[in-house]
């Protein structure tokens, strides 16, 4: 039984540094990619980016100036940082396993950018 | 904006099918076969339902079908369930090794 358990700050000013980790249980971590994916407030998901246990990524072309993801295959996690939050960085952030075919998820995270 | 189109919302009566489109271009739906579709009920992350354009998950309802035209891959949902109720989600690779989604589509089951 896969599970993915993510973690990280709830509540961020502006300008600051959004830093999220998604540890597996679980299944292999080698093998897969392993996805970031946001969704606002009421609106859609978006695809922030992903990374495989090797730590070769891939991310959003709107975010890919301020995102970093980072792999530690010892512990069997993986982590998000965006940098420079604004309001409109505000969403439930989850993690999530695969590709063409995620069928685990974290349990997301809500993630605020307020003054 | 999202990179793919997907209606709004749709509606349905118990036992009635409806179908929901996801309009993208040919660099992504209508060039690759790896659409996705996700239900997602009210504060629970999505589920997937749909990879490859028609492929289940193991457990996964044969109620649910995936199919694509074109530029437009569609989700149709036989035999309507309350529980069926949901927000749908459409993703798709995209050439330059990126993935989109759709803005999502409201079910109501009337």
């Known amino acids: 039984q896969v599970q993915l358990q993510q973690w990280g700050a709830g509540l961020l000013k502006p300008s600051q540094t959004l830093s999220l980790t998604c540890a597996v249980y679980?299944?292999?971590?080698?093998?897969?990619?392993w996805t970031w994916i946001r969704q606002p407030p009421g609106k859609g998901l978006e695809w922030i980016g992903e990374i495989t246990h090797a730590g070769r990524t891939s991310y959003n072309p709107s975010l890919k100036s301020r995102v970093t993801m980072s792999v530690d295959a010892s512990k069997n996690q993986f982590s998000l940082n965006l940098n420079s939050v604004t309001a409109a960085d505000t969403a439930i952030y989850y993690c999530a396993r695969g590709q063409y075919k995620r069928e685990y998820w974290g349990q997301g995270t809500l993630v605020t950018v307020s003054s | 904006q999202s990179a793919l189109t997907q209606p709004r919302s749709v509606s349905g009566s118990p036992g009635q099918s409806v179908t929901i489109s996801c309009t993208g271009t040919s660099n992504d739906v209508g060039g690759y076969d790896y659409v996705s579709w996700y239900q997602q009920h009210p504060g629970k992350a999505p589920k997937l339902m749909i990879y490859?354009?028609?492929e289940r998950p193991s457990g996964v309802s044969s109620r649910f079908s995936g199919s694509k035209s074109g530029n437009t891959a569609s989700l149709t949902i036989s035999g309507l369930h309350i529980e069926d109720e949901a927000d749908y989600h459409c993703?798709?690779?995209?050439?330059?090794?990126?993935?989109?989604f759709g803005g999502g589509t409201k079910l109501t089951v009337l």
């Open positions: 490859d354009v028609s």
């Open positions: 679980g299944g292999s971590f080698t093998g897969y990619f």
């Open positions: 993703s798709s690779y995209r050439s330059g090794s990126i993935w989109v």
